[in-house]
């Protein structure tokens, strides 16, 4: 379950702002007509560095359509929610090869492609992620034989997440 359009569907913004400062518990059921409170048995009065979010992911298809206004919202709320709480936000674009036949020629060209740098600039100017944190990725979907090309796109945005999440870590 992720963030969806109107009330009622979707990850609540308010589980989610809880969840980066660390008071949801291991095993909490996301509800999304009913965020969770200080008097239910699944919130973290006291949470640890361990149980705090340090760096927060938006995943977002390259194949999808455009994302709505009010996910946009629920999206600037959270980011400037996990800002306030200094914690680093990166994106990552999945599915580019269903969305550039380029890509899907050969992934090699994937930093060569103008419709995915397109699609890269569209979701850093909807969400407000600078282009140097968007990581464009092709999924595993069809295959069962790894690929180094799918693999050194995965692995180098799992590197620069961690760096974020050491950075963070530092900082504190």
Not at 96 to 124: P, Q
Not at 149 to 156: A, E
Request: glycine share 6%.
């Amino acid at each position: 379950m992720g963030l969806e359009e109107g009330s009622g569907s979707g990850v609540h913004p308010d589980d989610i702002k809880l969840a980066m400062k660390g008071h949801v518990k291991d095993g909490y059921t996301f509800n999304p007509v009913s965020p969770l409170s200080i008097d239910k048995s699944d919130y973290n009065p006291e949470p640890s560095a361990d149980d705090k979010v340090h760096v927060l992911v938006c995943v977002h298809s390259a194949n999808s359509a455009e994302i709505k206004a009010s996910v946009l919202q629920k999206m600037k709320d959270i980011r400037e929610a996990a800002t306030q709480l200094g914690i680093p936000q990166i994106a990552i674009m999945t599915k580019i090869d269903e969305a550039c036949g380029e890509t899907e020629e050969d992934l090699k060209n994937v930093y060569k492609s103008k419709h995915l740098k397109k699609k890269m600039r569209d979701l850093s100017a909807a969400v407000g992620i600078p282009m140097n944190c968007i990581f464009p990725v092709k999924n595993y979907s069809e295959e069962n034989v790894i690929n180094d090309d799918v693999d050194s796109l995965i692995l180098n945005a799992l590197r620069c997440m961690i760096n974020f999440v050491n950075d963070s870590i530092n900082k504190t």
